[in-house]
């Protein structure tokens, strides 16, 4: 069998869980200008609650409910009683990057010294693989690519055709003219943060399912991938995050039977810088300018 | 003071100067000139290699149990010297990638991933690094021609470390006080104002990171020194965060601040804790630590954004016949 169409398989269930990912952390990015790196911690937080959920005995379904849930949840908490009040008595943009480092710091060595720095695995019953045109895929990836692919479809509609999606993007565009406009810009925040809460929750669980063992710090490090993913298309920009997340996670695994699997990440990275020198805004970004944090 | 309390003192103060140097350089990128360079560990790390590799003897004279580059044997000060160079050379090279023209989140997310690949590839190029064995046995400077006992030798490190602090410290101190250092100031806070009354905004940035990276690169020699080992292990991107956190607590942009950091945060929480006695499981101080940090962080943000040193507002004699009324 070919080893690049194997590897191609690969890559769509990283793009996958990527893309949910990405997506996540560029709609709040995008909407509240707050870099939140605590958002990988988030991941592995759901992650946890998800194997708990197995180990009492639910099954997948309930896994992923109870980490979307969480992870909205947690989001939603987070912003509101940490990052909102430190929006409000004045901190900005590098000071919100340093709160939520810490955040994202107490979060995953509390994760650690609640559960102890040992691996993990959700425990739920074996896998029965497929085949699809030389791409071997587990009945569990092909969940996640499902669930990407849905995910993709909701934020689509939700941003197009929605009144919602439509107040969401007028606050990323603007919150001063969208709250002039009418539009209540602390509820779509408080929105913003569910909705990528949930994205991000769900995207732990199936990290956690697609790793086969995790640690308190497995989201840590998958926030790397997930920052040049949203970074590569635009932040703040959904479609751009979900092209990223395809060329990172793509790229990332056939280089791994093309290279060496030890530079897969590398490559990935590399590709990120390049594309930056060119456009430095991201892909789908229009303008290279910051914008201040919303509140 | 009996040998061992000596030790853990003299052991002490050895990472309070490195500290406090790796603190004022990146409080010179990071206070003063806004740039968030979250590789700044590599740049330290790249240092202390540099230092390691100019050390040791060729790597086939041991057996060749580990594998490196050059191996030249240098005399003391010369790798330290090279290390600084190293660690600004690299800092130029990224700098001209990253500073040039992305926005500032942009360029903290970029360094984040230059920190991971910077992990990946020493991680696997073995031939170069020795992968994630890294190096040990290290000579240590001026070991055999002091002839001092292990306690002596200890303090005679302290001293070198002293000197390199201070070195350090002087330089910081006359960029911050110049026009260099207003101008990085201005360009830190309103860059297109800068831009538009002639400063060159990039070519600052260069300078600011460049040089904080040759100080990184310098501190990260002075650790690889004295505990005789590297290990890629030990400058994954995390550590960075704790030189920034040093840097908030203690003020940002004043380098009193910075020095007031460092003893506070690496040393006093980080390095001087990890000999209270341990409970739990093993692995549960080291988390509360981290904990701890994330939180002491937090609060000072919260209570003192600024720093318990904060940066002095800096004020100017008013030119002459400008806004001098008089009231009567």
Redesign the interface.
């Known amino acids: 069998m070919n080893i690049y169409v194997l590897s191609l398989g690969f890559g769509l269930i990283t793009a996958s869980i990527l893309a949910i990912a990405s997506v996540g952390f560029t709609l709040q990015f995008g909407v509240t200008n707050v870099l939140n790196l605590a958002y990988g911690d988030v991941m592995t937080g759901a992650a946890f609650v998800a194997y708990l959920v197995t180990k009492a005995g639910g099954g997948l379904a309930e896994a992923l409910v109870a980490g979307a849930g969480s992870g909205a949840v947690a989001s939603y908490g987070l912003n509101r009683l940490v990052y909102t009040p430190f929006v409000r008595r004045g901190t900005r943009l590098f000071g919100m990057i340093i709160v939520t480092i810490s955040v994202s710091l107490v979060v995953q060595n509390g994760l650690q010294a609640i559960f102890k720095a040992t691996f993990f695995s959700l425990s739920l019953p074996r896998p029965s693989s497929y085949t699809f045109a030389g791409m071997i895929f587990t009945s569990q990836q092909l969940v996640i690519i499902g669930l990407a692919v849905v995910a993709m479809v909701l934020v689509h509609a939700l941003l197009s055709w929605t009144k919602l999606g439509r107040a969401m993007r007028a606050t990323a565009a603007d919150p001063e003219l969208a709250r002039s406009c009418g539009i209540a810009t602390d509820r779509v925040i408080d929105v913003a943060w569910l909705l990528s809460g949930a994205l991000c929750g769900t995207a732990g669980v199936t990290l956690a399912l697609n790793v086969s063992s995790f640690t308190s710090t497995t989201g840590g490090q998958f926030l790397i991938p997930v920052i040049a993913a949203a970074v590569l298309g635009g932040v703040g920009h959904p479609y751009g995050a979900m092209i990223g997340a395809v060329v990172i996670g793509l790229s990332s695994e056939l280089s791994a039977s093309v290279i060496s699997p030890d530079y897969k990440e590398v490559v990935a990275f590399i590709i990120l810088i390049v594309v930056l020198l060119i456009r430095p805004q991201g892909i789908f970004s229009e303008v290279a300018t910051q914008k201040e944090v919303a509140v | 003071m009996s040998s061992s309390m000596q030790f853990y003192v003299s052991n002490l103060l050895v990472y309070l100067g490195v500290d406090v140097m790796a603190c004022l350089g990146l409080n010179l990128q990071f206070g003063v000139a ?1 740039l ?1 360079n979250f590789a700044f560990i590599v740049f330290q790390a790249a240092g202390a290699y540099t230092a390691a590799v100019l050390t040791l003897g060729p790597s086939t004279a041991m057996g060749g149990f580990q594998s490196y580059i050059i191996g030249a044997h240098l005399p003391f000060p010369l790798p330290f010297l090279a290390a600084a160079v190293v660690g600004g050379a690299l800092s130029l090279l990224v700098g001209l ?2 500073l040039r ?6 360029q ?3 360094m ?3 920190s ?2 910077a992990t ?2 020493v ?2 190029a073995t031939g170069l690094f020795n992968g994630s064995n890294g190096l040990a046995l290290i000579p240590q400077p001026l070991k055999s021609t002091l002839g001092l006992s292990p306690v002596g030798y200890q303090w005679a490190y302290v001293v070198i470390t002293f000197v390199c602090t201070i070195l350090v410290w002087v330089v910081v101190r006359r960029i911050t006080g110049s026009p260099l250092g207003r101008a990085l100031r201005a360009v830190r806070d309103n860059d297109a104002a800068a831009a538009a009354l002639g400063k060159n905004v990039t070519q600052l940035r260069l300078v600011a990171f460049v040089t904080g990276g040759a100080i990184a690169g310098l501190s990260g020699a002075v650790l690889a020194q004295f505990i005789t080992a590297w290990s890629p292990g030990s400058w994954l991107f ?1 550590e960075s ?1 704790v030189y ?2 040093a840097i ?1 607590v203690g003020g940002s942009g004043n380098n009193l601040g910075a020095i007031v950091g460092a003893a506070l945060v690496p040393v006093a929480f980080l390095e001087a804790t990890r000999y209270i006695p341990q409970f739990g ?1 093993p ?2 101080v ?6 701890v ?3 002491l ?2 609060t000072v ?2 209570f003192r ?1 600024r720093g318990v040193f904060p940066e002095r507002p800096q004020r100017f004699a008013r030119p002459p016949g400008h806004g001098t009324e008089t009231k009567t």
Request: charged share 10%.
């Open positions: 806004g968030i990638v990253a023209r992305l926005r500032s989140d942009y903290a997310m970029v984040l991933v230059i991971l690949i990946t590839v991680t696997n995390p965060f920034f956190a908030i499981y692995g549960l080291d988390a509360l630590q981290w904990v940090v994330g939180l962080t937090l943000m919260w954004p």
